[in-house]
């Protein structure tokens, strides 16, 4: 822009104001004495180029990091000027690609991925996947079905209807096997569990002999193991919510209670009595497992699961009973369906915050009188900027390999509720260096020299709030779980982004707004100047500029309305806190908020149920509940991995292997071992079958300890092949031994073993994580066998332990960061420390809030939390260091009345204005029926409530009673400290040139 431009720009501000004070009375005068009177100098948001000058008398004299700092982002400011239509090209290129491959990209749930690093179940997972999944990941459905009317299902109508949907699954629903070229149904490639659902039929089978009236002498179906012409089985994996007769029970054929439990025919439902000890069921279990064939790979086998379940979800219907599939593969599309529900909802968001954006850019482009369009492409493109950056961050993690977790689709709703204030601070300081160039023409002002001014005044501000919430990030992914790594990661890298696309694509486009502004106004200039030399007093206006050096722009008439409000409410909020019984008050509640919150910690409660990761419609959700209510407390089995049993044929390790199991099945709750599946027993009775001693299976006083001289290695190929012990194949696995000049021989090489337990409390998470440490320490006393123990809640049960841990490490981490952060730019441990309790008594808030409204400790939870403490050191850093300053720059025997007006007039309004917009944006996520949205909305809320009440309500009121605390016990006569020559002389020339003193200040003055 040439100086003749500038001149002109100069004489059209100069004429305004001439031309209209003349002929009627200057209503400004009230306001600009008001404002005169009541206006204190405004330093930085946190710490600039103004702040150096407004503390330290100089800007040379501040800390060399800073000063560093300020510096490049005084270059970048020209460069980006030069270079904005590129670097806008070239993000704007970058991130669609992004966005291409994110909507590319299929989602990937680990449901192992919450569990702790380093934690135990981790270990126990991976030797239970190597001993079932040699071939990859197996065939394993489990089918349920409860009776719709709440009664019994072994009833006889009941249990056939089961049994067609269990011959409907095993023989309808097939898998492409591309070896045979055919279709294959369960039956037809299943091989050692095939047999896994025979109890129910044979249950069902005796029930029908017993109901024709045929003999039952060799027929038993008494819970938990049954016996048909001589073939003993367990019924525990497949009846839940069992009910036995009592010794109460009267016979009377008119109970409708008694019908319903066990059958429609009166004299039938007593009289079972004979055959069977079960009165009702509330639930039955099919169970559809085999080995994944050579060949197949884990998406064919998750494409069959998914048959299954599609069928008995949608296709299938009955009057009778309901039917609830359950797989792994359903309950990864489970999480990834909840992942998607949020996406819907961003859109919400981003409406939401384009709004607040607008009206509140706009709402202080009034004030400033420097309203205009572009005003609202900048307020919405404020917007844009986060998502760009998130698609971005999230690509590039794709590409290099990272799964696309569903915890990751809450990033772009974090980035946006945060990173858009980076924005805000640019727009108004765009602003208010505007109305500067109005104010004081500069000769050779440029779009560059005013964005070098921006960056370089709010920059430092900006990349404190980016390295506090990276560095928070940081910590939250090296001390939790895998999915939690995944969140606090991709946070990190989106914030990291979002800053690189703030400096760059929305710089250039303030850059470019910035050209079209300045052209606007120079075709004002152009037209004024010549209407001024039609009125011939362009000589004259020229006269005025070089006396008065000062070009104000007319108030506009909101500003002239909204200022005396404004300042008079601060003006009383300043002088209510400043009291003396009001702050001693604050301080008070203060103390109880502390206590309050303290007191919610210790009573939280720390779970994290498979519950948490479907959406609220999900029906595993009902599923879960059926296996709190009826299963666990009747059977929950532990599964024990035996990786080296080594040679039975030994004595002492067989006998060694006994003992650890009737430890197992000493443990309290134990069904003993009719709950016990050990191979090595029914392999006592095949070889007892083939010797004189035969041992009856159906008398009770067959013993139980084995003794290890009946061991035979030889015939261990022919027991696991034989019909009644084939389900043996696929618990036990062998290796071959060559033999000279013999055969090789097929030994022991591994097996596993089962326990089953019930009990009324294991239904609660402490009570099975204490049954889980118990036969954990049955394994650790056996060393010799390398066996592990795994169940199937042993992910979630290990957080109980860690849990806790985690929290206060991650805290502790991410605390230190923060103080080192805000130390190296702010170099005052006052401010620091202030800040850092700040964060501390946050986060006490967060957790102890979310105890009392009923919320659990977990990963996500702890995560939440984490991101949080990102972004809640910025309100109270802000208010302890302008606090700082003000006793600096007003000296140290400023009253707190003063210190706290010049801390509030520049923290107020840019912390309420970011805490409304985080606040409505990441509102759509209540919305959203799902624990992960719901916890992270409401941790995100509280923070933000918390952090403005710490900032403008408890932090003011504790500096103020330090003050006057301090003021009441220090010596009379106290000196000044004293001010440098340079300082002083520079506090005194800046107010003639600082945009501070014009008569239109850039925020409601007090």
């Known amino acids: 822009m ?168 095993s023989s309808n629903i097939t898998l492409y096997d591309e070896a045979s070229g055919k279709d294959l149904s369960f039956y037809e490639f299943c091989h050692s569990f095939c047999l896994a659902n025979e109890p129910i039929r044979q249950f069902a089978g005796g029930m029908k002999v017993y109901e024709q009236g045929l003999s039952t002498a060799r027929i038993k179906l008494n819970y938990p193991t049954s016996t048909v012409l001589g073939t003993s089985f367990s019924l525990q994996p497949n009846f839940f919510g069992i009910e036995f007769y009592g010794d109460d029970d009267k016979e009377d054929a008119t109970d409708e209670t008694q019908k319903l439990l066990s059958g429609e025919h009166g004299n039938a439902t007593f009289n079972r009595r004979d055959i069977t000890n079960v009165k009702g069921v509330k639930m039955i279990a099919a169970l559809l497992r085999a080995e994944q064939r050579e060949g197949w790979g884990d998406k064919k086998v998750k494409a069959f699961e998914m048959k299954v379940v599609d069928h008995f979800m949608n296709h299938y219907s009955n009057d009778l009973i309901h039917v609830v599939p359950f797989s792994q593969t359903y309950v990864e599309e489970e999480m990834v369906r909840g992942g998607k529900l949020m996406l819907p909802y961003l859109v919400i968001g981003f409406i939401i915050m384009c709004c607040v954006s607008s009206f509140t850019v706009m709402l202080r482009a009034f004030y400033m009188h420097q309203e205009n369009y572009f005003k609202i492409v900048l307020a919405i493109t404020a917007c844009i900027t986060p998502i760009l950056a998130t698609a971005t961050a999230l690509s590039l993690m794709f590409l290099f390999g990272i799964r696309f977790s569903s915890i990751l689709c809450v990033v772009p709703f974090l980035v946006l509720s945060i990173g858009v204030d980076s924005s805000y601070l640019m727009i108004h300081e765009w602003q208010r260096v505007t109305k500067h160039a109005h104010e004081n023409p500069i000769k050779g002002d440029s779009v560059g020299r005013r964005m070098s001014e921006v960056l370089s005044e709010v920059g430092p501000a900006i990349l404190i709030s980016c390295l506090t919430n990276l560095f928070a990030d940081l910590v939250g992914s090296f001390t939790s779980s895998p999915e939690i790594t995944l969140l606090c990661g991709g946070n990190m890298l989106s914030m990291c982004v979002a800053f690189i696309y703030q400096m760059t694509f929305y710089a250039g486009l303030m850059c470019i ?16 100047v010549v209407d001024n030399k039609t009125k011939n007093i362009h000589v004259q206006i020229h006269q005025k500029v070089a006396r008065n050096h000062s070009l104000a722009r007319t108030p506009s008439k909101f500003q002239m309305t909204t200022q005396p409000i404004v300042s008079s409410f601060m003006h009383k909020y300043v002088k209510i806190m400043a009291n003396s019984i009001v702050s001693m008050t604050v301080v008070g509640i203060y103390i109880l908020y502390l206590t309050i919150t303290i007191w919610g910690i210790t009573r939280i409660n720390i779970n994290l149920s498979t519950k948490k990761l479907f959406a609220g419609d999900s029906p595993l959700n009902e599923l879960e509940d059926l296996r709190v209510r009826l299963v666990l407390p009747h059977f929950s089995m532990v599964t024990v991995i035996v990786n080296e049993p080594g040679n039975f044929t030994l004595p002492d390790r067989l006998k060694s292997m006994n003992r650890m199991v009737r430890e197992f099945e000493a443990l309290e709750g134990s069904w003993g071992p009719d709950g016990t599946k050990y191979f090595a027993r029914d392999y006592q009775t095949f070889l007892s079958s083939w010797e004189d001693d035969y041992i009856n299976v159906e008398d009770d006083e067959a013993p139980q300890i084995l003794d290890p001289t009946r061991y035979n290695e030889e015939d261990l190929r022919y027991f696991l092949r034989w019909s009644e012990y084939v389900f043996w194949g696929g618990l036990v696995k062998t290796k071959n031994i060559t033999r000279e000049k013999k055969e090789p021989l097929e030994i022991l090489d591994k097996f596993v073993l089962t326990a089953g337990y019930h009990g009324d409390r294991l239904g609660e998470w402490v009570q099975r994580g204490h049954k889980l440490r118990e036969w954990r320490s049955v394994v650790d006393r056996y060393p010799e066998f390398k066996a592990e123990v795994y169940h199937e809640d042993g992910q979630y049960l290990d957080l109980i332990d860690n849990m806790v841990t985690d929290t206060w490490q991650a805290i502790l981490g991410a605390l230190v960061c923060m103080g080192v952060v805000c130390f190296l730019f702010l170099n005052n441990f006052f401010t620091v420390g202030i800040a850092s309790l700040s964060v501390l008594s946050i986060c006490c808030g967060i957790l102890g809030v979310m105890s009392w409204f009923g919320v659990d400790l977990d990963p996500i939870t702890m995560a939440a939390m984490i991101i949080s403490i990102g972004f809640s050191v910025d309100i109270p850093a802000h208010v302890s260091y302008h606090y700082y300053t003000a006793s600096r720059s007003h000296g140290a025997s400023s009253s707190p009345e003063d210190r706290l007006t010049q801390c509030l007039s520049s923290v107020a309004f840019p912390a309420v204005q970011a805490a409304t917009s985080t606040i409505l944006c990441i509102c759509s996520l209540l919305f959203i029926d799902l624990y992960m949205a719901t916890v992270s909305c409401q941790i995100m809320i509280i923070c933000v409530v918390l952090c403005n009440m710490h900032g403008l309500i408890f932090l003011p009121a504790i500096l103020i009673c330090i003050d006057k605390a301090r003021w009441a016990f220090s010596p009379r006569g106290s000196k000044r400290p004293r001010i440098s020559p340079r300082q002083r002389s520079n506090r005194a020339v800046k107010g003639t040139l600082a945009p501070e003193n014009s008569a239109v200040p850039d925020r409601p003055a007090v």
């Open 2 to 169: 040439t100086a003749s431009a500038t001149e002109k720009r100069a004489s059209i501000f100069v004429s305004r104001t001439s031309v209209d004070a003349g002929p009627r009375p200057d209503p400004r005068d009230r306001t600009e004495s008001m404002t005169r009177a009541l206006q204190s100098k405004r330093p930085s948001l946190l710490i600039g180029a103004k702040t150096l000058q407004e503390v330290y008398g100089e800007e040379e004299e501040g800390p060399r990091f800073v000063r560093f700092v300020i510096n490049v982002y005084r270059k970048w400011g020209y460069m980006i000027a030069k270079n904005a239509w590129l670097a806008i090209f070239i993000v704007l290129f970058i991130s669609s690609l992004g966005i291409v491959n994110i909507f590319f990209t299929p989602q990937q749930n680990d449901i192992t991925g919450y569990t702790p690093y380093g934690a135990r179940a981790n270990r126990e997972f991976a030797v239970y996947n190597d001993f079932f999944a040699s071939h990859g990941q197996p065939v394993a459905t489990y089918i349920f079905g409860v009776a719709k009317d709440n009664g019994s299902m072994i009833r006889t109508e009941h249990l056939e209807e089961f049994l067609k949907v269990i011959s409907y699954a």
């Open 513 to 528: 707004v910035g050209e079209k502004e300045i052209e606007r106004d120079d075709v004002a200039v152009s037209a004024s």
